[in-house]
């Protein structure tokens, strides 16, 4: 049962590169989500996608794209890396209605 | 605008001690409530959750929660503390829209050391 899968796992940046940020699901959830996290923040939403062709932002989307060509992928784009990116970034998906997320087991991002 | 507030940012407890985390919400309706659990290095994975019911919910790894919608609380519970249970420890409420997509809103986490 893989779950959810990100990749990479770890990957440092220099200020002004880009990068995306793979996320893949096995489990045909409808709904994933891309999160980062930060000391002492908790989880913020960065943005989410209800199905293939379907994206919205979240809470913090500035600095970031997101596409939904499949049901399974959901990758997140880094266009001009900023230090204020320096975070770690997961990836979760959810079934239909009352139920949980489903977290990848994240990728650390650091850019200097 | 719903949010999730875990009071205590560090806990430390002995091995075969009792702990308690807390964690209080905010929200206009019935919350969709969870706990998470996040060992180093990894995701968050799934203690248990509250939807509706018993308000007492049992979990994995012999953890339990209880909702209060009195006090606005979900706090986590375990008898007896193992070393693997070291980590951190995440309170989240949903909210679930008609269109089932699921807003959830994190607390800002507990970290939990447990010493021999």
């Known amino acids: 049962n893989a779950g959810v899968t990100q990749t990479p796992k770890f990957r440092i940046l220099k200020i002004g590169q880009s990068m995306t940020l793979q996320c893949t699901q096995d489990?045909?959830?409808?709904?994933m989500y891309w999160y980062r996290q930060d000391p002492g923040m908790g989880l913020k939403l960065i943005y989410y996608?209800?199905?293939?062709?379907?994206?919205d932002k979240g809470e913090v989307p500035n600095g970031y794209n997101v596409s939904r060509s499949t049901t399974e992928d959901f990758p997140l784009r880094l266009e001009l890396a900023a230090p204020s990116q320096t975070s770690v970034y997961f990836c979760?998906?959810?079934?239909?209605?009352?139920?949980?997320?489903?977290f990848g087991n994240g990728t650390r991002l650091t850019v200097t | 605008a719903q949010s999730v507030t875990q009071p205590d940012i560090h806990i430390t407890v002995s091995e075969g001690a009792s702990l308690e985390l807390r964690c209080n919400y905010s929200?206009?309706?019935?919350?969709?409530l969870f706990w998470y659990v996040q060992s180093p290095g990894q995701g968050l994975q799934l203690l248990l959750k509250?939807?509706?019911?018993?308000?007492l919910v049992q979990g994995i790894k012999g953890f339990e929660a209880e909702f209060k919608r009195s006090q606005s609380s979900f706090n986590l519970r375990k008898p007896s503390v193992h070393w693997s249970d070291a980590a951190e420890y995440f309170c989240?409420?949903?909210?679930?829209?008609?269109?089932?997509?699921?807003?959830?809103?994190f607390g800002a986490g507990t970290q939990v050391v447990v010493t021999p």
């Open positions: 929200y206009g309706a019935t919350p969709y």
């Open positions: 996608s209800v199905g293939a062709g379907i994206t």
């Open positions: 979760a998906s959810k079934d239909r209605g009352n139920s949980p997320l489903h």
């Open positions: 989240a409420v949903g909210r679930m829209t008609t269109d089932s997509w699921g807003k959830f809103q």
């Open positions: 509250y939807f509706s019911g018993d308000t």
């Open positions: 489990m045909n959830h409808n709904y």
